[in-house]
């Protein structure tokens, strides 16, 4: 049974960096492309970030990119997601999602790509 665990979440002031963490565990992780989706309060689940099997591909949503930079490091079954510059509307709980891929370049691209997610780490932005 595939098992995502997010951490890193908290509270930053606007302009300020988190950097999101997931352990994945149940999974081959090196045949699964990985992604962050988010939910804003009365908001459905958006597209944030994914990253291709050999992490040579990445994709991100128009309104974190140049911002957000999402990473994996298959020896330790983790992804990550850098987030700079934060606004008040990066304001969601954050989740680690996966999609299990037979291409080593396929890179999810909306929240309803991914099979699997997490359960969340809750990032507030103040301003």
């Known amino acids: 049974q595939v098992q995502l665990v997010e951490s890193g979440g908290g509270l930053v002031q606007a302009g300020g960096s988190l950097r999101l963490s997931c352990a994945a565990s149940?999974?081959?992780?090196?045949?699964?492309?990985m992604g962050w989706i988010r939910q804003a309060p009365g908001k459905e689940r958006e597209f944030v970030a994914a990253?291709?099997?050999?992490?040579?591909?990445?994709y991100y949503a128009d309104s974190v990119k140049g911002r957000f930079t999402i990473s994996k490091d298959n020896a330790k079954n983790a992804v990550y997601l850098q987030m700079n510059s934060l606004k008040p509307e990066d304001t969601a709980v954050y989740y680690c999602?996966?999609?299990?891929?037979?291409?080593?370049?396929?890179?999810?691209?909306?929240?309803?790509?991914?099979?699997?997610w997490g359960q969340g780490t809750r990032v507030t932005v103040s301003s």
């Open positions: 999602a996966t999609k299990l891929s037979e291409s080593v370049w396929y890179t999810p691209r909306t929240a309803p790509d991914f099979a699997s």
């Open positions: 990253i291709s099997r050999n992490g040579e591909v990445r």
């Open positions: 149940g999974l081959t992780f090196s045949v699964y492309a």
